[in-house]
T-cell receptor, first 110, second 113 residues
Framework: DAKTTQPTSMDCAEGRAANLPCNHS???????VYWYRQIHSQGPQYIIH???NNETNEMASLIITEDRKSSTLILPHATLRDTAVYYC???????????FGKGTTLSVSS | NAGVMQNPRHLVRRRGQEARLRCSPM?????VYWYRQLPEEGLKFMVY????????ESGMPKERFSAEFPKEGPSILRIQQVVRGDSAAYFC???????????FGDGTRLSIL
């Protein structure tokens, strides 16, 4: 699976959009980009995933560049409860282990 | 809609004892994954099972660890003769099919005295 690179930490004001970047320059054609988050002492929570088209669900939007070498997770209106470690993972979709890196610690403050 | 259920949430064992961790996948999910998170580290894959079959155990330690997912009942991760280094949070995830996202439980925190 391709390696991903994320900033160690980010800050965001409550109510503003949080834009979390991820680089995956070695991603292969059959690898999807997955985003999970882990709030302290809980299990990882699935957020969204995509292959090459932008995706949106009730939690977030995922923007993938045309060359697929990077992506951005957007939380449109961050709340204090969005404070968590966010993981970007490049993985084949078919029944494989997810490889978690260190992720980005997002701190949302009022 | 019940999520992935893991029990117990906390488990304390003395060195040399056995630990059994249970995972009930989401309703309709037949694929189960186990991960381990050591203190201050990221999650590491251990094993992937589909009903009654081990599909990928490349992340399982060679000794003392085993996993099963019987036709009926929860998936079990079993650790024999536990050592201090087994202290960690163990997370289970399930998916509806091999090509669907994995959904995680809230883990079992295992502490070895």
């Amino acid at each position: 699976d391709a390696k991903t690179t994320q900033p160690t930490s980010m800050d965001c004001a409550e109510g503003r959009a949080a834009n979390l970047p991820c680089n995956h320059s070695t991603i292969s054609g059959n690898e999807y980009v997955y985003w999970y988050r882990q709030i302290h002492s809980q299990g990882p929570q699935y957020i969204i995933h995509g292959l090459k088209n932008n995706e949106t669900n009730e939690m977030a939007s995922l923007i993938i560049t045309e060359d697929r070498k990077s992506s951005t997770l957007i939380l449109p209106h961050a709340t204090l409860r969005d404070t968590a470690v966010y993981y970007c993972i490049a993985s084949r979709q078919a029944g494989t282990a997810l490889i978690f890196g260190k992720g980005t610690t997002l701190s949302v403050s009022s | 809609n019940a999520g992935v259920m893991q029990n117990p949430r906390h488990l304390v064992r003395r060195r040399g004892q056995e630990a059994r961790l249970r995972c009930s996948p989401m309703k309709g999910h037949s694929h189960v994954y186990w991960y381990r998170q050591l203190p201050e580290e990221g999650l590491k894959f251990m094993v992937y099972l589909q009903k009654e079959n081990i599909i990928d155990e490349s992340g399982m330690p060679k000794e003392r660890f085993s996993a099963e997912f019987p036709k009926e009942g929860p998936s079990i991760l079993r650790i024999q003769q536990v050592v201090r280094g087994d202290s960690a949070a163990y997370f289970c995830a399930s998916s509806q099919d091999y090509d669907q996202p994995q959904h995680f439980g809230d883990g079992t925190r295992l502490s070895i005295l």
